[in-house]
């Protein structure tokens, strides 16, 4: 249903991260704020500057604005600026803080089961399947935002699930290796996909290949770990803003003349955003959450699900299109347009978008 698909997006998080966001480039505005400016400036008003037919500052603006401003913040920090400054300014500002250069080694190779062996526990298990269905929610609305702005076509079922198995065995090679976060679709990577307008599969494999080196070559890794966070904080809030745009433009299919469905986007938005950041001030006051029996592993699964903006939105938004009384339904929810998009064969250029590289699909074949 078309209302729930919406909901179901990222645009939700994206509005919530986009204050978290803002509020980072805040905490450092000296760095923050040219960053914010400077990516704004190249990326769109500029983006048709070209060098040799290409364009050089719409596909490569995020390294151009990283090095300035990253160099920018290098001479604030050898220069004394923040010698006396506070520990929150230090933090943010600061190149050179925790000495991750120094203290990282040069080479060190990541092996499975490196911090020893597995522990199994069912109320952490519990915790973890919330953590998951959370983040199979985000993704699977990651999934159709990067079709978007791809120009490609809405992916069918069939490679929506394909893509959530690969994410469940990269989950599971992450806790073989014993990393600190799970997989999960990168949204601003999606943004990104937007923003310098290159879909290419290759991009990705090259910038997999130079995660897997810079992961052995520490030296290398901290290098780019000293990257002050506000940075990235500011480039996130163009990236996630451009994906809650994204989310937004699904709503051209629906009727939104109807009160009924405005209603359902209002309330779904609204609860999307109200909610979760009850629970995030609740546990950093009362230390956990607001569920919070001798049950351990139930307090996980709620206070994990319902401290996700998008799957807050979901679960409202899916209720209420299911419950509301619909004049037209099919056209009211903007079913008819998707029905072409439903399965693998429905549309012809479905081949040419997803079929997998390096001749995968015989052993993948779409359904």
Not at 109 to 127: D, E, H, N, Y
Not at 156 to 175: E, F, K, T, V
Not at 234 to 245: I, K, N, Q, R
Request: hydrophobic fraction near 50%.
């Amino acid at each position: 249903m078309m209302l729930s698909i919406f909901i179901s997006d990222r645009e939700v998080c994206s509005f919530h991260c986009f204050l978290v966001f803002l509020y980072q480039v805040g905490r450092c505005v000296e760095v923050g704020l040219p960053m914010l400016i400077l990516f704004v400036v190249l990326s769109q008003y500029l983006k048709n500057v070209q060098i040799r037919d290409i364009p050089i500052l719409e596909r490569f603006s995020l390294f151009v604005c990283i090095a300035v401003v990253w160099a920018y913040a290098q001479i604030l920090t050898a220069g004394g600026a923040y010698k006396h400054s506070s520990e929150v300014t230090q933090i943010n500002c600061r190149t050179d803080r925790a000495n991750l250069i120094s203290s990282a080694p040069w080479i060190k190779i990541p092996f499975p089961l490196q911090w020893g062996a597995p522990t199994f526990s069912a109320g952490q298990s519990f915790g973890m399947v919330s953590a998951v269905l959370v983040s199979l929610v985000e993704s699977t609305a990651s999934y159709k935002a990067a079709a978007r702005l791809a120009s490609a076509t809405p992916p069918p079922a069939h490679i929506m699930s394909r893509g959530i198995g690969w994410q469940g065995i990269g989950i599971l090679l992450d806790g073989l290796f014993g990393t600190g976060t799970g997989s999960t679709v990168s949204v601003e990577n999606v943004g990104l996909l937007g923003s310098t307008r290159i879909g290419s599969r290759r991009v990705i494999q090259i910038s997999a290949g130079f995660m897997i080196f810079f992961s052995m070559l520490g030296k290398f890794g901290a290098l780019f770990a000293s990257i002050p966070f506000t940075i990235f904080a500011a480039v996130y809030c163009v990236l996630f803003g451009l994906v809650a745009a994204v989310g937004l433009s699904f709503l051209q299919f629906t009727n939104m003349n109807s009160m009924r469905n405005l209603f359902i986007v209002g309330v779904s938005i609204f609860l999307g955003l109200s909610v979760p950041e009850y629970f995030f001030r609740y546990s950093m006051a009362a230390q956990h959450g607001p569920a919070h029996t001798k049950a351990g592993w139930f307090n996980d699964y709620i206070n994990t699900i319902f401290s996700s903006p998008p799957t807050v939105g979901l679960i409202v938004a899916v209720f209420l299109d299911n419950t509301l009384e619909v004049k037209n339904a099919a056209k009211d929810r903007g079913m008819p347009w998707w029905v072409p998009f439903r399965s693998f064969k429905g549309d012809s250029r479905n081949e040419e978008f997803y079929n997998l590289p390096f001749n995968l699909n015989r052993f993948f074949p779409p359904s």
